[in-house]
């Protein structure tokens, strides 16, 4: 017998959605402003308040946000931007589709975050900005990334998507650069289904790219069809249509208001993890460095075939078929066929990328998981890995 039913399959990343959210889209339903308006302006200041009093703007996913966050830095095309190679997609995808060149270097093998040497080694005449990704909650070396921006005149992008709750020597993540994007997708720490937010030191930054994430219209042209009475914008930029909706800012109000109390259970469950699994044929994320805080959104065990008998793969489906989903994060940038055509990656040249996405796997961590839950996964992962 599997250790949970199919009608109980556990599935990864489900979020925790309380009645104080549905009461709120409801409310946002009956009043039929379903688009940008209100509860995404206090969406923003409360999420600014929380990361410490940085100008905010919301938009339609973390993707939206580091892209708007490259085209309002002016980057030029054959402007090429250093990034991690274990990461989504999304990160690299975002740099090509502001018209810059991705180049890649490669991770720390303990923190599993981009290396700063590594990418100094990358650093050439074309350099214009490095996109750090804060991976599964863990800090970047911030110290030795904005060092190297300061030392080469350098922009910097940082993506945060699953770092709302990280902190790196006492500051927030995302608040180092000049930029940092934040996911509120349907798994993360604070979800809204699909959403995004940037922050900025420079309210005129935050000014521009609220512009350019709405068509290029002025400023505040969501009022439009408020009751102040109709307001004629004008078309100032060949902007994007990538706002975030109230309907959706609606969830997150009190997703936000909620997250340091879900920090702590994921925390619970970490702990709990790292102890069933510590004398198991798997390896199990780094300990905190100090002065940091990890946001613990992802809690990943490294499947070595050698070490642990067998491969990720293997290890993917016996959690399956025991009811328990479980996600990858992630296949190295370079695995996927249409960067190695593109740009002619080559899997040796981000050695330590490659081999964590290849023995890599999450496990459910979400504030919604109940102590039966979680004992149901340590099981599975047991009996998976002595079948």
């Excluded at 600014?48 to 980057?75: E, I, K, M």
Aim: glycine letters at 8%; a negative charge; hydrophobic letters at 40%.
């Amino acid at each position: 017998m599997p250790v949970r039913s199919k009608d109980n399959f556990l599935v990864f990343g489900a979020p925790r959605i309380e009645q104080d959210e549905i009461d709120e889209v409801v409310a946002s339903m009956k009043t039929g402003w379903l688009g940008t308006g209100p509860k995404v302006a206090r969406f923003e200041a409360d999420f600014a308040a929380y990361v410490g009093g940085r100008h905010a703007a919301a938009c339609n996913s973390c993707t939206a946000a580091l892209h708007l966050s490259l085209v309002a830095l002016g980057l030029k095309p054959g402007d090429e931007v250093i990034t991690t190679p274990l990461t989504f997609c999304a990160s690299v995808n975002a740099i090509i589709h502001a018209g810059c060149t991705p180049v890649l270097a490669d991770v720390d093998p303990v923190t599993q975050n981009i290396d700063p040497d590594r990418i100094r080694e990358k650093i050439t005449d074309r350099t214009r900005a490095i996109l750090p990704v804060h991976f599964a909650g863990r800090p970047c070396d911030m110290d030795g990334i904005m060092a190297l921006a300061d030392e080469f005149g350098l922009k910097v992008v940082e993506d945060c998507a699953h770092a709302i709750e990280t902190t790196y020597k006492g500051r927030h993540a995302g608040t180092f650069g000049d930029f940092g994007c934040f996911s509120f997708y349907v798994t993360k720490n604070v979800c809204t289904g699909e959403g995004g937010m940037i922050i900025a030191h420079d309210e005129a930054d935050i000014k521009n790219v609220k512009i350019l994430g709405l068509h290029g219209m002025s400023a505040d042209a969501w009022k439009r069809f408020s009751d102040e009475g109709y307001k004629h914008y004008a078309v100032v930029h060949a902007g994007f249509k990538y706002n975030m909706m109230d309907i959706q800012a609606a969830i997150g109000i009190h997703q936000l208001k909620r997250v340091e109390d879900y920090f702590v259970r994921r925390c619970e469950i970490w702990d709990t993890y790292q102890e069933a699994f510590k004398d198991m044929a798997v390896g199990t994320p780094a300990p905190e460095e100090p002065g940091t805080r990890h946001a613990r959104h992802l809690y990943t065990l490294m499947v070595d075939p050698v070490y642990s008998g067998i491969d990720r793969d293997q290890l993917l489906m016996r959690l399956t078929k025991e009811g328990i989903g479980a996600g990858v994060h992630y296949l190295a940038v370079p695995e996927h066929p249409y960067y190695q055509e593109r740009f002619g990656w080559k899997l040796e040249d981000t050695p330590h990328a490659v081999a964590l996405g290849r023995q890599t796997i999450s496990l459910p961590l979400s504030a919604k998981l109940t102590d039966e839950d979680v004992a149901d996964v340590i099981k599975a992962v047991k009996l998976s890995l002595e079948d």
